[in-house]
């Protein structure tokens, strides 16, 4: 059975890739995406943390997590 943070960075993984939110679009806050998958706000934080050393997101402190654009290769 998977960790609860492993299935939220997993659905907003699968989000992410589908372009829910865009190209360097907003993610829901912490807050949010606790009360969607019921869980608490650190378990969100782990997983977010997770998409972020996957290069998948950033986070600013005070302002929230945004989908990391794509980098330019030449």
């Given amino acids: 059975?998977?960790?609860k943070h492993e299935v939220i960075s997993r659905?907003?993984?699968?989000?992410?890739?589908?372009?829910?939110?865009g190209v360097s679009g907003q993610l829901p806050?912490?807050?949010q995406l606790a009360e969607r998958f019921?869980?608490?706000?650190?378990?969100?934080?782990r997983a977010l943390r997770s998409l972020q050393e996957e290069g998948?997101?950033?986070r600013r402190p005070g302002s929230g997590s945004y989908v990391r654009p794509p980098s330019k290769s030449n």
């Fill in 38 to 45: 019921g869980v608490s706000r650190p378990t969100v934080v």
């Fill in 29 to 31: 806050s912490e807050a």
């Fill in 56 to 58: 998948l997101i950033f």
């Fill in 1 to 3: 059975m998977s960790k």
């Fill in 11 to 21: 659905d907003l993984r699968g989000e992410i890739a589908a372009g829910k939110y």
